[in-house]
């Protein structure tokens, strides 16, 4: 493998070039003040052939022993190879692969064959003091796979990433961590009467069973289905201390409970090597869709909370976007100022005041149609107009293209990032309106809001925000701006992460997250599953 | 408080004798061979009055510490007292008691005004290195409560057993952890538009919201609500290590799942200040109700997993009972052998072969009608006859009785006990028919089962047996009876508990349930929150 480093920042296949649509460079030219230069000349484009400065650290001995466990085609020292494997999605990483700046690369990359790899590959290390940093799809946001005391990349994709087994009178999948998504929801679609694993978080397309399990993931149908932390049944880990294994049992009360506790480690306990998790049966043809225009955000809200209060069922996919966020997707829709646009303003569903509100309902035919009519009697009630299955279908039909625009707008010196929290409903409205006002502080910031993961008591907000990156010095700029942001949603009662994880982004969040001694028993926990601190170090903070 | 041996074990109130129903003596005498003189004279009845051998151990300084901490009315050293706190509802611990035999009793209980009290006495017994065991409604079935190393029994009840506050947008009730279940439920029920706490364990009139969250307990409309551990967002507790504070956001990304290393700790942990539950509006009015009759187990089973399968919405209360259950059911409720008794056998719902299924829906009143009308189609599919709302509402009547039986049971020289586990779908036929095998094997035997508390990926099953006993040899007796239970569950892939916890009953199977590094992961936690042992000894097998 080789290339350079827009090779590895981008999102996706490497070799595409996705192109911004002329809604959206319009728009950037009239919010930004941008020209036509600016989309003409990439900024930042990151076409350097990388050459790491740093040497892989670690000794012939090591290196010889590694080989002996995976063989010598799966340990790896090239350039290419350890940078690819130095940095996930975070804006602050992409920004600098596109320095040319790699601080923590591995010092090698290991592909182990299967667990009893992985096994040796943890005892080796463990004994030699190396570092194991576990590596799937890196799409984590939080720098999750940055290696940050070098040591070794453990890649679980390449050879550890099928279907162990499916178990259809337990409705059932025993998965590899190092499964991508589709290759694992295209094997349970067509497996025998077809199922599904329920799972799509926007990363799906890039993103592994192993990684959804360990940053307590949610998918797009989180509403009905659950976070990963609700649908793991059982797992296996390999840690320093041993191999921690738990029982498919539904449910239990046999001490706490031992998945809960590898559910959120980020790797910094072990490395998982089996889980096994609910699986559906796939019947899309049954899956009913509506979506609805609220007139504010606060009776959008309202709404959501009464719907999941109401206790007639649950939604799968269930979304509300802010004024500003429906806003941009009248624009990029090119509905903005049209003859709808219109209409709807004189009904009194206007601009940057309404709410757009998408709704699908999965599982029995009539349940869905069930659920769906609920909802809209609830919708109706808080003077929602109902637009149909329509927009929610087409939503569905780009949900993982909006990861991939980031490239072309961080290509046009646009900073383009995200941050996600939960909070009760009691602290929802409060903390949407001090978090926005802190991004729009900043000149020119757009700044996109969604409610996507709900519960009956609070739900998740997702801020999306576009702005001009301060050229020259965008590194400190960003982390400057990112850390007030982060600051005020902590401040206004919201979780560091809903789904993203901590990483070593988070990590010094953690002390005001959790209480010390809360801290100091994830520590304790730590220190007796790997006493010499090699799993993921810096990750959570431990 | 004074009294004997029976005030203690008495299930309620100690002046209340109840009595058998004939339908329950005949059966008795007819199945077991017993006559009116079993039923005549009590056997081991416990009428003597209580004196400890055990003085308190507790030296005058560290008594007076804690009299200053609680006030001297909170502290006793009385016979009667200490030996109340002594046991929980185990059958074991009953049989002892009626034998006169009282091991380890606490050398003194306190009973905490609030959490300052809790913080001030934990810190004081643990530099004093004294045991604390906490203490609720006692109903354990698991010696949770018994202090085996002696040591305070820290009884909650008595003072911290209130509502901390309702948040109705939330949809949370904060709780104090000593509450019983009937004042939480009653403080719901007329609070503003009316709340239901939704968790309605057997034990539900004696035990407390904190025993309900640390033995991970379950309650009757579990298959609807989910057990404790689905239904607590957060808790305070208070440990040697310091008060571990989560907070009530509805999901999180936030490193390891802290409650759920709490909620199934027993006690071993820390005490449990305060706990922050999910609520629902109290609706009664809209529950749905109906029931059948199956023809055989193995039918009913299906059916109930294809229900939960289907993904039409989840019933609250979900049961079965298995052919000899249901048999049991038709002997007592006066309809063996009656006209109705012989029509159902005419349509081919033979006796020791049908079996009876109890469903209840709760929540928006739509809602209850479609699910239940869904059941009924998936019920009719399998060949069971509907049998109406009539059968379901008058178990729900007597919900709580049966648990009043077993006193009378005892007296007439019954052993009575019950015993429970959690096993996935694929493997509930057959630990079913293993451990019924078992249990017959005893001459004279009567073994019922159900399945009350269903998955999507499994269920529990919950084995009632009923056997005379070996009088002059009871403990021995059972002990070796009930080992046997217990280890035929295991080998046949059941956990030990699905919601009546390990206490000290369960604790020689941990090592068995739990591979080696989960148990070391449970003991360093201990280790690291409890460094000295003083926290409930013994439970977990801690």
């Not at 003091?129 to 799409?139: A, L």
């Not at 007030?484 to 009662?493: E, K, M, P, S, Y």
């Not at 988070?506 to 007796?528: F, G, N, Q, V």
Request: charge should be neutral; aromatic fraction near 10%; include cysteine.
């Amino acid at each position: 493998m080789y290339g350079n480093y827009r090779h590895i920042f981008k999102w996706g296949d490497p070799s595409h070039e996705e192109q911004l649509k002329d809604h959206v460079v319009h728009f950037a030219k009239e919010h930004f003040g941008m020209t036509d230069a600016d989309f003409a000349n990439k900024h930042l484009p990151g076409f350097d052939t990388i050459t790491l400065k740093k040497r892989p650290r670690l000794s012939k001995a090591s290196l010889g022993a590694l080989k002996k466990i995976v063989g010598a085609e799966n340990v790896s020292t090239e350039d290419f190879e350890r940078a690819y494997h130095s940095a996930g999605k975070f804006y602050l990483e992409l920004l600098k692969l596109r320095l040319g700046v790699i601080d923590n690369p591995p010092d090698a990359v290991v592909y182990p064959r299967d667990e009893k790899d992985v096994i040796a590959i943890v005892r080796l290390c463990n004994a030699k003091r190396i570092p194991i940093t576990p590596f799937g799809g890196h799409s984590s946001v939080t720098r999750g796979v940055e290696p940050v005391k070098g040591g070794i990349s453990l890649d679980l994709t390449r050879h550890m990433n099928a279907v162990i087994r499916v178990n259809e009178i337990n409705s059932t999948v025993t998965v590899q961590p190092g499964m991508f998504g589709p290759a694992l929801e295209e094997f349970l679609n067509r497996y025998k009467a077809g199922y599904t694993c329920g799972h799509f978080p926007q990363s799906f397309e890039f993103s592994t069973v192993g990684g959804w399990a360990v940053t307590r993931g949610a998918g797009q149908a989180s509403t009905g289905y659950g976070k990963i932390e609700d649908m793991v049944l059982s797992m296996r880990t390999v840690t320093p201390a041993g191999i921690i294994e738990t029982k498919d049992y539904p449910a239990a009360a046999i001490g706490p409970d031992i998945d809960q506790i590898i559910i959120g480690s980020e790797g910094a306990y072990g490395v998982v090597t089996e889980i096994t998790m609910k699986i559906r049966t796939y019947r899309p043809q049954n899956t009913s869709h509506t979506s609805f225009v609220f007139k504010d955000f606060k009776s959008a809200v309202t709404a959501m909370r009464t719907v999941m209060q109401a206790e007639f069922g649950k939604p799968h996919l269930f979304r509300i976007s802010d004024p500003e966020e429906t806003e941009m997707a009248f624009r990029m829709g090119g509905k903005h100022g049209g003859l709808g646009d219109k209409v709807l303003s004189l009904l009194g569903y206007k601009p940057m005041q309404r709410c757009l509100m998408f709704v699908s309902v999965e599982g029995d035919a009539n349940y869905t149609k069930f659920v769906v009519g609920k909802i809209k009697d609830v919708a109706s009630d808080f003077g929602a107009l109902c637009t149909g299955a329509g927009p929610t279908k087409k939503w569905l039909e780009q949900r993982y293209s909006s990861a991939y625009l980031r490239d072309p707008l961080m290509d046009a010196g646009i900073l383009a990032d995200t941050l996600e929290t939960s909070v009760s409903w009691e602290n929802l409205n409060q903390l949407w309106s001090e978090v926005r006002d802190y991004i729009k502080a900043r000149p020119k910031t757009v700044c996109m809001v969604h409610l996507s993961h709900i519960y009956e008591n609070g739900a998740n907000l997702y801020f999306t925000f576009l702005t001009p990156m301060n050229k020259g010095d965008e590194v400190r700029d960003f982390v400057q701006f990112h850390k007030g942001i982060v600051d005020t949603v902590h401040a206004n009662h919201g979780s560091i992460s809903h789904h993203h994880g901590v990483g070593k982004m988070l990590a010094p969040w953690m002390p005001k997250e959790h209480d010390t001694a809360s801290i100091e028993l994830m520590r304790a926990i730590k220190k007796h599953l790997d006493p010499k601190g090699i799993m993921n170090p810096g990750t959570l903070g431990l």
